[in-house]
Nanobody, 122 residues
Framework: QTQLVESGGGLVQPGGSLRLSCTASGFTLNYFTVGWFRQTPGKEREGVSCISNSDDSTVYADSVKGRFTISRDNAKNTVYLQMNSLKPEDTAVYYC???????????????WGKGILVTVSS
């Protein structure tokens, strides 16, 4: 079965950290650009970060630069998103996605995870 499965979400206090994991089954992630989107009620899904399949270069949204780090472990067929210094505005459902396209937008994604909730609150 071809799928992406996210894990690691939950409730954390402001200033805290979480690490999200995205594990693929049925296909090999290192052939794909992989990243994370997030969405809150009433808003469009926004790109958070991605890591390329060619040279592992990374891109971050301005809102998370310096706080989030994306990485991949090809042996585990997994991509991680380390989230530090979390803020209440980071609260969202986070989706892992993968594409062989050069464009990292929701419409260009070939595979999606089901999403995982991250809540930043005291």
């Amino acid at each position: 079965q071809t799928q992406l499965v996210e894990s690691g979400g939950g409730l954390v206090q402001p200033g805290g950290s979480l690490r999200l994991s995205c594990t693929a089954s049925g296909f090999t992630l290192n052939y794909f650009t992989v990243g994370w989107f997030r969405q809150t009620p009433g808003k469009e899904r926004e790109g958070v970060s991605c890591i390329s399949n060619s040279d592992d270069s990374t891109v971050y949204a301005d809102s998370v630069k310096g706080r989030f780090t994306i990485s991949r472990d090809n042996a585990k067929n997994t991509v991680y998103l380390q989230m530090n210094s979390l803020k209440p505005e980071d609260t969202a459902v986070y989706y892992c996605a993968a594409t062989r396209s050069l464009i990292f937008t929701p419409r260009a994604m070939e595979y999606w995870g089901k999403g995982i909730l991250v809540t930043v609150s005291s």
